[in-house]
């Protein structure tokens, strides 16, 4: 099946730095990839979608200059949060769809900004 | 009023029982409805995927929509303790592009 990678798993930051998560399509061309961003006990929240070599399209409230989406590639999508801060500590997943409807999730990072 | 409401539990429930688990929602235009398995500190991991009203099955899985009550349930039978999970509904317009999730179901299994 589809597998979809997330690097780092798991990463921990100060307050003012930028950390930079990588989504990668293993076994498939990735013509759009989505990131999520889930607070403990909290469904899952679109942030914003990104399809290969064009601008992500960001969910009302979600600030594009401080989470920055790049898909350079049809493998490949990257989100950096910039100037991190404790309350942007969360669990960050994507998920990359094919031509058909179905996403496949990434396993996710977990950051925590001290 | 949120478009896909789910009861976040947790619910309880012993090894060998059926589990129901449920969601409703407000949009008549979602088309996909899914049911996806999340276990601590895990991306989700998608179970079901049905089109519009009906039931599938999967093994132990049963996945039905009922479009005209806005409602879908999925049901485990003879749930093991390796089911214990949050259990999350999600739903897709026709576009089939953004996935609306629900808030997600805690499920345990004793032994």
């Known amino acids: 099946g589809a597998v979809v990678s997330q690097h780092p798993s798991r990463v921990i930051c100060k307050s003012g730095t930028s950390v930079k998560i990588e989504c990668r399509s293993l076994?498939?061309?990735?013509?759009?990839m989505f990131w999520y961003r889930q607070f403990p006990k909290q469904s899952l929240m679109l942030m914003a979608t990104?399809?290969?070599?064009?601008?992500?399209?960001?969910e009302q409230g979600v600030e594009k200059d401080k989470f920055l989406i790049n898909h350079a590639s049809l493998t490949l999508s990257t989100l950096t949060v910039t100037s991190a801060h404790p309350e942007d500590s969360s669990f960050y997943i994507c998920?990359?769809?094919?031509?058909?409807?179905?996403?496949?999730f990434g396993p996710g990072t977990r950051l925590t900004v001290l | 009023q949120k478009e896909v409401e789910q009861d976040p539990g947790p619910l309880s429930v012993p090894e060998g029982a059926i589990v129901s688990l449920n969601c409703t929602y407000s949009?008549?235009?979602?088309?996909?409805f899914m049911w996806y398995r999340q276990y601590s500190r895990k991306g989700p991991e998608l179970l079901m995927y049905?089109?519009?009203?009906g039931n599938k099955e999967d093994g132990r899985f049963t996945a039905q929509v009922d479009k005209s009550s806005k409602y879908i349930s999925l049901f485990i039978r003879d749930s093991q303790p390796s089911d214990s999970a949050t259990y999350l509904c999600?739903?897709?317009?026709?576009?089939?592009?953004?996935?609306?999730f629900g808030s997600g179901t805690r499920l345990s299994i004793r032994p």
């Open positions: 998920s990359a769809m094919t031509g058909g409807d179905t996403q496949y």
């Open positions: 076994d498939f061309q990735a013509t759009t």
């Open positions: 990104s399809n290969e070599g064009s601008k992500a399209t960001y």
């Open positions: 949009n008549s235009a979602f088309q996909y």
């Open positions: 049905t089109y519009s009203s």
């Open positions: 999600a739903m897709q317009d026709s576009s089939a592009s953004k996935i609306i």
